[in-house]
């Protein structure tokens, strides 16, 4: 998740104070820009997610855009590039998926956008259903959906996902009652359109519903079967929730973070590894009768003025080029604390926070994201990871460990604070590490048992070849998850080496694969990096100099590293099958050299 100071934390209020005239300098923003830049009539395009930069930082190109409004129109965007036979992605409004999922594989592909087919299109009180077209965003289904009296029980805490882009990534909230967590398990009918042959017109429809074997592939597609155009959701009556954060020691979390989602509908977990702290998040349902008219309005998703962004992110950097770790764990406090004593961002009836617990309608509370907002102020002011502005810049590791690992997967990230006190101070500049709890899901692409999700968010130098403060550590915590827990990613998340191999953890990837074939047998819905994913084409590790830095590889020499920057492949301090990019000798640059000392 990313960090932290909103204009009303601490920096915020400083900033204000002291620099006033620099915030009206400064130019552009909020809310974020089309991730889709033509050069002139919708053609020869790039096309870039949210955070302006893919893991191999490559720019994606497409021959064309089209922006159907009716789907009529996609129907014949679908039909005329089949006819073509030029490759098609689907593109949303924000494309806030990190790896490559967006990129047609060549030049002359086709992207179609599904940022006007927005409506919502039926709701069904009595079988509590809604229809939507897969453009809508979380934030206009919650609120559609509460209008009515519904509510989508679990889910991302992002407003900014579409439905479609959420089904192709399988995203999630944190449950293990019902269903689980994941919105594509609430899914029970959907829309799908697919290349045909020339006698359907070059374009096949489909509807599948609820126990269709072909909707277990649909509903976590990584968008290669087709573009979904329509989704039905199964909602509940809108009900409240109570909502506590605990604040503990980690010493036990490995013991607890198992059953503590067993203990509370919507628990999550936010981890301080080197503050040694856990906040429990105690959240249950409660009669509708109970007072109270919470809001949520995380603090690290709201707008935050561009300057106070590139304050941070220059402090950031400097610490970064100093090794100053020091400076990172005093920071990492001063957040915490900060975020802490705001309850991140809860109030008890939008406007203050008074106490615990905050009590409210489960649509204001289960996801925010204000910086998607064009906001009233004059102050100028963006998402934090606006790529216009200076500010956060960061790789995302995220993925799922078996209810029955997690235990001992969390022993093992704390034998490495122990051996590396420091080493995970940066994580928690961004707001440490979140676990949330998904459960088994009937989807092939899907989680395959209960488990417990784990979000690291961490600093990304804007040079490929700069290695990172305890770049070892982090390192070792993936290869950790991944080989040696079995973890499976989020796959709108992660640099690519999560992916690698990735396929054959899911059981049922043949049956996937099967109903891909026909749905798309030349495959124009995929690219080089689905294919590879898929295990259809050759490894997504690249070896090269520098690829361990950016997550590209797995380092096995030393120049896949930094060996001119002091940084060379080793295995890892705990999990001693990892290798990892480390500096031997760890010593912090010191901005004056005493002579004799080093
Ligand atoms: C601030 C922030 C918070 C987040 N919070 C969460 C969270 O709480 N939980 C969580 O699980 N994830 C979270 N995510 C990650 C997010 O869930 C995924 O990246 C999500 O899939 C992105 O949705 P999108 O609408 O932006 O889709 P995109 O990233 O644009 O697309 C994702 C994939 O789906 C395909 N696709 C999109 N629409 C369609 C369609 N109509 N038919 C067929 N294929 C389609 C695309 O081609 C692509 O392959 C968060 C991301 C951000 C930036
Ligand atoms: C697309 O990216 C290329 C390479 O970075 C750049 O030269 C070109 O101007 C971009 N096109 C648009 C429309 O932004
Ligand atoms: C722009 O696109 C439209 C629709 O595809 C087409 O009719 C028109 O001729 C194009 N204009 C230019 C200048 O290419
Ligand atoms: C809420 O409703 C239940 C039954 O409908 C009732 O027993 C209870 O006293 C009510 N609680 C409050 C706080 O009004």
Redesign the pocket.
Known sequence: MPSLYSKKGVIGRLLRSKCLFLLFLTACCSPPEDPI???SNNT???ITNSYGAFPDRS?C?AHSVVYPTTEQELFSAVASATMKGSKIKVATRFSHSIPKLVCPSFQDGLLISTKYLNRVLKMDMEAMTITVEAGVTMKELISEAANIGLALPYGPYWWGLTIGGLLGTGAHGSTLWGKGSSVHDYVTALKIVSPGGREDGYVKVRVLNDGDEELKAARVSLGVLGVISQVTLRLQPLFKRSITYLTKDDSDLGDEAASFGKKHEFADITWYPSQHKAVYRIDDRVPTNTSGDGLYDFTPFRSTPSVTLAVIRTTEESQESLSDDDGKCIGAKLVTSSLLNSAYGLTNNGVIFTGYPVIGYQHRLQASGSCLEGHEDKRITACAWDPRVKGEFFHQTTFSIGLSSVKNFIQDVQKLVELQPKALCGLELYNGILLRYVTASSAYLGKQEEAVDFDFTYYRSKDPLTPRLYEDVIEEIEQLAVIKYGALPHWGKNRNIVFDGVINKYKNANKFLRIKNVYDPLGLFSSEWTDQVLGLQGGITKFKEGCALEGLCICREDIHCAPSKGYFCRPGKVFKDARVCSRPKFQKRCLYQLPGFD
């Open positions: 830049k033509c050069s020869n395009c790039n720019v190109r």
